[in-house]
């Protein structure tokens, strides 16, 4: 059995000084999860929610869904 690699990057609109998510995407597939981890530990904890979890939090964001009830 091969394990693949995450292959971190970051948004292209993140050019604040490393202040910003990372994110796997090319796990998504394979493993059912979209790994997350704070770009400024990148040896440190990551999360690994489930794909359809993640593009739902995803969508949530480009609706400005998560903002002051």
């Given at each position: 059995m091969t394990t693949e690699s995450p292959r971190w990057h970051t948004s292209s609109y993140s050019?604040?000084?490393g202040?910003?998510?990372a994110v796997a995407t090319n796990l998504a597939a394979?493993?059912?999860?979209?790994?997350?981890?704070?770009?400024?530990?990148p040896d440190g904890?990551?999360?690994?929610?489930?794909s359809d979890a993640f593009t739902a939090f995803v969508a949530g964001v480009k609706r400005c869904g998560f903002g002051p009830a």
């Open positions: 050019d604040n000084g202040a910003c998510v394979t493993t059912g999860t979209v790994p997350v981890r704070d770009s400024k530990f904890p990551a999360l690994a929610p489930r």
